[in-house]
C-alpha cells in the first residue's frame, strides 16, 4: 500500500510539473505575440498561384469566416481567391474559383492576403488577424486598396 501511495504522489507531482512547463511555453508564446501587434507575415513564401493571379493582390478567402468577410470589404481590385462558387460571395471583389490555387494556400487558416509578382509566385504573404491590418500591410507593400502590384519585387 506505502508503494502505491509514493508512485501515486511521484506520478501527481510530474504531471504537474509537466502542466507547468505547458503553461510557461504559452506565456512565452503569448509575449511573443503581443510583441508583434502586426500579426504575422513573411517574407518570400514558396506558393505559385499562376498566371491568373499575376500581379494582383489576392485574397483567399472562405465564407464561413467572419474576419474574410470583413478584410473582403476592406479591399478594393483585389482578387478573391476560394474554393466555393462564386455565387455565394457578396463583395464586389472580383471572385476566382481555383481548386489548384486554392489548393497551394489551403494549408494556411483564411484570410491569407498575397501579394502575387508578375511570374504569379507570390512574393508577401500576410495573415491579418484584425480587419484594419488590411490598410497597414498594403501600405507595407506598396499597393493602396488592394489594387494591382504593379512590380515583380
Known amino acids: 500500500m506505502t508503494a502505491f501511495l509514493v508512485i501515486t504522489w511521484v506520478a501527481i507531482v510530474v504531471l504537474?510539473?509537466?502542466?507547468?512547463?505547458?503553461?510557461?511555453?504559452?506565456?512565452?508564446?503569448?509575449?511573443?505575440?503581443?510583441?508583434?501587434p502586426g500579426g504575422y507575415d513573411s517574407a518570400q513564401p514558396d506558393i505559385v498561384l499562376g498566371e491568373r493571379f499575376a500581379g494582383r493582390v489576392v485574397l483567399a478567402?472562405?465564407?464561413?469566416?467572419?474576419l474574410c468577410h470583413a478584410v473582403a470589404d476592406r479591399l478594393t481590385g483585389a482578387l478573391l481567391l476560394t474554393h466555393e462558387q462564386a455565387s455565394v460571395?457578396?463583395?464586389?471583389?472580383e471572385v476566382v474559383t481555383d481548386r489548384e490555387a486554392w489548393r497551394a494556400v489551403s494549408h494556411l487558416a483564411p484570410p491569407v492576403l498575397m501579394l502575387v509578382g508578375l511570374d504569379g509566385r507570390v512574393r508577401r504573404l500576410s495573415l491579418p488577424?484584425?480587419?484594419d491590418q488590411v490598410d497597414e500591410v498594403l501600405d507595407e507593400w506598396g499597393v493602396r486598396?488592394?489594387?494591382?502590384?504593379g512590380s515583380d519585387t
Not at 478567402?61 to 467572419?66: H, K, L
Not at 460571395?89 to 471583389?93: F, N, P, S, V, Y
Not at 486598396?145 to 502590384?149: E, R, V
Open 16 to 36: 504537474f510539473l509537466g502542466l507547468a512547463a505547458v503553461l510557461r511555453e504559452v506565456r512565452l508564446l503569448r509575449a511573443a505575440i503581443s510583441r508583434d
Open 61 to 66: 478567402a472562405d465564407t464561413g469566416c467572419s
Open 89 to 93: 460571395w457578396e463583395t464586389r471583389l
Open 129 to 131: 488577424v484584425r480587419a
Open 145 to 149: 486598396g488592394g489594387a494591382h502590384a
